[in-house]
């Protein structure tokens, strides 16, 4: 049972997108929960964190000022509001909670198992 990922699709450069996640007959488990993305070729990379209790956030520096992380902790699940998209932005978005204290970069994150992701394709 993962972690499931929505809301990706095609969008033109400078266009928006909204990616929901929400645990598959669970809730979310841990201190923090996060977006990740992996681009063809590339390695995972960290996009966006948010503490669970209190909504604390943490950005990658690459979406800082475009990408808003939030959660609703009622519904059980974290949203990544994505603005003014660019070409590089496009990869697969994962979700991912037991993101360990204290709330940081989780670029050195690797600890998976990581659920099923969506494609977010952003077009020039």
């Known amino acids: 049972v993962q972690l499931q990922a929505s809301g990706g699709g095609l969008v033109q450069a400078g266009g928006s997108l909204r990616l929901s996640c929400a645990p598959s007959?669970?809730?979310?488990?841990?201190?923090?929960m996060g977006w990740f993305r992996q681009a063809p070729g590339k390695e995972r990379e960290f996009v966006a964190a948010?503490?669970?209790?209190?909504?604390?956030?943490y950005y990658a520096d690459s979406v800082k000022g475009r990408f808003t992380i939030s959660r609703r902790t009622a519904e059980h699940a974290i949203y990544l509001q994505m603005n003014d998209l660019k070409p590089e932005d496009t990869a697969v978005y994962y979700c991912?909670?037991?993101?360990?204290?204290?709330?940081?970069?989780?670029?050195?994150?690797?600890?998976?198992?990581w659920g099923q992701g969506t494609q977010v394709t952003v077009s020039s």
């Open positions: 991912k909670d037991e993101l360990p204290y204290p709330l940081r970069d989780y670029s050195d994150y690797t600890s998976g198992p």
């Open positions: 007959g669970r809730t979310f488990r841990g201190y923090g």
């Open positions: 948010i503490e669970w209790r209190i909504g604390l956030t």
